[in-house]
């Protein structure tokens, strides 16, 4: 049973940093599309950022500001997110993407809220 497991959400003010990670059980993160997205109240799902291979790629909103990075080894995907702005302010989502087996995986989600 495949599981991703966020953790990192929280309150942040404004210009501050938060790294959110997912840990993944089940298949290797190495085998997979990852990515993060998010859900901001009244909007629909964005993707942030994805990583594969080692390749990466950003929403023009955040690029500059967030970092997506992968761990083999822990089998867990990181997201830095420097420079937060209020309107980042959503349930940031973890996906895993497999596309040899037509099997995508996502986790609970976790809450960041930008504010002062």
């Known amino acids: 049973q495949v599981q991703l497991v966020e953790s990192g959400g929280g309150l942040v003010q404004p210009g501050g940093s938060l790294r959110l990670s997912c840990a993944v059980s089940g298949r290797i993160i190495s085998l997979a599309a990852m990515g993060w997205y998010r859900r901001a109240p009244g909007k629909q799902r964005e993707l942030v950022a994805v990583?594969?291979?080692?390749?990466?790629n950003y929403a023009g909103s955040v690029k500059g500001r967030f970092t997506i990075s992968g761990d083999n080894a822990k089998n867990t995907v990181y997201l830095q997110m420097n420079s937060l702005k209020p309107e980042d302010t959503a349930v940031y989502y973890c996906?895993?993407?497999?596309?040899?087996?037509?099997?995508?995986?996502w986790g609970q989600g976790t809450q960041v809220t930008v504010s002062s």
């Open positions: 996906n895993a993407d497999f596309p040899k087996v037509f099997r995508t995986y």
């Open positions: 990583i594969t291979g080692g390749a990466t």
